[in-house]
């Protein structure tokens, strides 16, 4: 190869130079015509760079796919918008703060958490029972109608999303036909809280 080179003379040089610089000047006109092709696609001209009807291109396609992913946000956000029980939230800890509320003061509660779920959606549902003050006390603690009242309406009002699906008041002790009981009752009380699963979320 080196004699090759050392026989050439400069016009033959200069010819090889030519053709080397024009095949690679052709690579890279056609790779920028490929680029302008897909750029023309993408925004639905045709080779004279006119909007093609009933052509979609790909950005038309994507923006149109971000309204809607965006519209989704919105509502989403609408929901949200003063709901204490958020996504990231402990239903636990929303139902100990409404409890603990200085309007309601039901104290400390006991909670227990089971999951139902069904077709497109998950309910977890939790019960709800006053908790004793000691160990060692037998009556279980008492209130009055109205902060029971109080208790279902803030655990629905503060979110959306629970719904109070059961509730049971009873008297601290048994008591006869003829015994008018005071206004003071325990209670047990059952939330669901309502989420759509993965392939309900995703069916349009």
Known sequence: MFSFLKNMSAMKATILLCVIAAGVLGY??????????????????????EIVENRTGLIETQAVEIQAEASKYTELRRQLEGDNLRGDGSPQSYIRGVASNPSIQLGGVKINFRNDSQR???DNIYTIVPQAENTGRRQARTFQRTQ???FMYRLEEGSKRVKVTS?????????????FPD??????CAITVRNKTES?????
Do not use: C
């Not at 680029?35 to 639905?44: F, N, P």
């Not at 206004?183 to 047990?188: E, I, L, M, V």
């Open 167 to 179: 509730f049971k008041i009873d008297t601290p002790k048994p008591l006869k036909p003829e015994d």
């Open 200 to 204: 309900s979320a995703n069916r349009p």
């Open 120 to 122: 497109g959606y998950e």
């Open 28 to 49: 890279m006109g056609w790779q920028q015509h490929k680029r302008v092709q897909d750029l023309r696609q993408a925004l639905g001209l045709n080779d004279q760079d």
């Open 183 to 188: 206004d003071r009752w325990g209670f047990t």
């Open 148 to 150: 029971l009242a109080n």
